[in-house]
């Protein structure tokens, strides 16, 4: 049997007075006051399947028409990386990309709800990763969602009052109902007002990564905080968006950051709205680096690193959490941060109208948290520092983190965040970069500590699954658009000189077939290294 139907059982039979006491719960007097004395209020419950809930609505039942709402439930055969897949056929070369059932209410039949109640599956798991991917989960939060923005479509949203209550001990799925729209949460109950029209959205994602994000519906649009501009003598609305990056913990990463903003600025296309760049850097970046950042185009934002409790002292990412901060953007509705070790290859500001949590994806049932669409939010920020030291990520960073914290994500293509990396069933021996790569994502060695001659990945065994040659041209010919200026920040330092020098020898005395040591040195910055 393929569904089991889920159903509401409520008790009907007369109870004493004892039993039941007249006075209101909490999370009704929240709603009520929205109402201003509506003579009956419509809540639909789901997955209300018990009787522990009797006693509560009995005492509002005066008030209020109970709906039970029914539905199938999901195949239970079916699993979380079945609509989380690591692959898909995203050009659609062989098949479309479908995703698996994930059974809805016949919204139909649900059209004046004021509020819908839901009984919250908790599945497997303890504490913070009590229901972490869990299907049933999933499907009662879009159910909710669904019933939300579906009952009083036809109406406008900004004039309709409509509530959600969570009941359970795992609570709601963050990732669908934003803690910005949370007005009480007293033990396990949880009290929405959600933005209709942001929700809206939600529910026209695919349920997961199995098939790409789709472009805004018009349906969907967000009821964005605006700011105003003059254009053509008209006042026009814009939404307020930012190109983000994060440097912290050294000086590394500057010459990238800068030649990140110069791609950004070299494909911009600002005729209907402007987007900041927006830098966000601790005290380990010095003042001169600060003045090179500042005229690359990057609005710099000072802040303290974040340290991840998992990641040992000496790891590359024991500070990676301070990518968190970028929630605390607020000034801005929408944000896409972008690594420091990125080019922009072609437009893409209109990913800025997908909604969080859009990424590309990375393997399993995970995203690459290089490059991710997020709303800032200054509750996400809190709710996601409350638990960096009850969620143990994977790999001790924010990568790790994020994808615990953001586990029901919106796929976008891979083309957005191309990672050079070229495995042994790549058919592309020469590891060249596809023409049509919106963004490429420089893993292993960075360009700007190679020789400009050759990608210096080929000279180290372990790194050649990182090396590119068309992806090291790409870089430099962004490089030699920068003014002068900027590009002494891309001076090599004496250590990225002697470590070339040392695994350029290496390559030689093993005579690596590929022969790039072969090729002569004329980058003019092997002879002066940056200060």
């Known amino acids: 049997m393929k569904y089991q139907r889920v159903d509401v059982h409520l008790n009907t039979k007369p109870n004493s007075p004892k039993k039941y006491l007249n006075k209101k719960p909490a999370w009704f007097e929240v709603i009520a006051k929205g109402f201003n004395g509506k003579t009956k209020i419509k809540i639909g419950l789901v997955n209300v399947n018990s009787r522990s809930m009797d006693k509560q609505l009995h005492a509002i039942r005066p008030q209020v028409d109970i709906v039970p709402i029914h539905f199938d439930r999901l195949d239970e055969n079916l699993k979380w990386s079945d609509f989380f897949p690591e692959w898909i056929d995203e050009e659609n070369k062989w098949d479309e990309p479908k995703c698996p059932d994930m059974p809805m209410p ?34 009662v939060n879009l159910v909710v969602a669904n019933l939300a923005v579906e009952t009083k479509w036809q109406e406008k949203l900004e004039s309709r009052n409509m509530y959600v209550v969570f009941v359970g001990s795992c609570g709601p799925m963050g990732e669908i109902f934003r803690c910005d729209d949370l007005l009480m949460h007293q033990g396990d109950y949880w ?51 930012a190109y983000v990056t994060v440097l912290h913990s050294s000086e590394d ?18 005729i209907f709205y402007p987007i900041d760049l927006v830098l966000l850097a601790d005290d380990s970046i010095g003042p001169k680096s600060i003045r090179g950042l500042t005229d690359a185009g990057w609005k710099i934002k000072r802040v303290q690193r974040i340290e991840s409790p998992f990641a040992k002292k000496t790891a590359y990412n024991r500070w990676n959490y301070s990518k968190l901060r970028i929630w605390q953007l607020t000034m801005y509705d929408k944000i896409i ?42 509750c996400m920020f809190e709710n996601m520092m409350n638990k960096t030291s009850k969620v143990k990520p994977y790999n001790g960073g924010d990568q790790g983190f994020l994808n615990e914290i953001f586990t029901w994500w919106h796929r976008l293509p891979s083309k957005l965040n191309h990672m050079k990396s070229f495995t ?10 596809p023409k049509d790569v919106y963004a490429l994502h420089y893993l ?21 699954i990182f090396a590119s040659d068309s992806a090291n041209e790409v870089w430099w010919r962004v490089y030699d658009t920068m003014p002068k200026n900027l590009q002494e920040y891309c001076a090599l330092t004496k250590e990225s000189n002697e470590r070339n020098v040392k695994h350029r020898k290496r390559a030689r005395n093993a005579s690596f077939p590929d022969g790039h040591w072969r090729i002569e040195i004329k980058d003019p910055r092997k002879m002066k290294y940056l200060d």
């Open 106 to 139: 016949s919204l139909e039949n649900y059209k004046d709800l004021d509020v819908v109640m839901a009984m919250v599956p908790c599945g497997e798991g303890l504490g913070e990763e009590k229901g972490i991917r869990d299907l049933f989960r999933l499907q």
């Open 444 to 464: 292993g060695l960075k360009p700007w500590t190679c020789y400009r001659d050759y990608d210096c990945n080929w000279d180290m065994q372990d790194h050649h």
């Open 424 to 433: 042994q069933m790549d058919d592309n021996d020469k590891h060249e970069v």
């Open 253 to 270: 990463y500057v010459c990238g950051a800068i030649a990140l903003a110069q791609s950004i600025l070299l494909t911009r296309n600002t």
């Open 337 to 378: 941060f972008i690594d420091s070790d990125f080019l922009v290859l072609k437009n893409i500001d209109g990913f800025f109208a997908y909604p969080q949590l859009s990424a590309a994806p990375n393997e399993n049932v995970i995203f690459n948290s290089g490059l991710i669409v997020v709303e800032p939010s200054q």
């Open 191 to 241: 009290v929405y007002k959600p933005n209709l029209k942001r929700l809206k959205q939600k529910t026209l994602m695919p349920v997961g990564s199995c098939q790409i994000s789709p472009g805004y519906a018009e349906s969907g649009k967000e009821t964005w905080r605006m700011s105003q501009i003059s254009y053509s003598n008209k006042i026009v609305q814009v939404p307020k968006l």
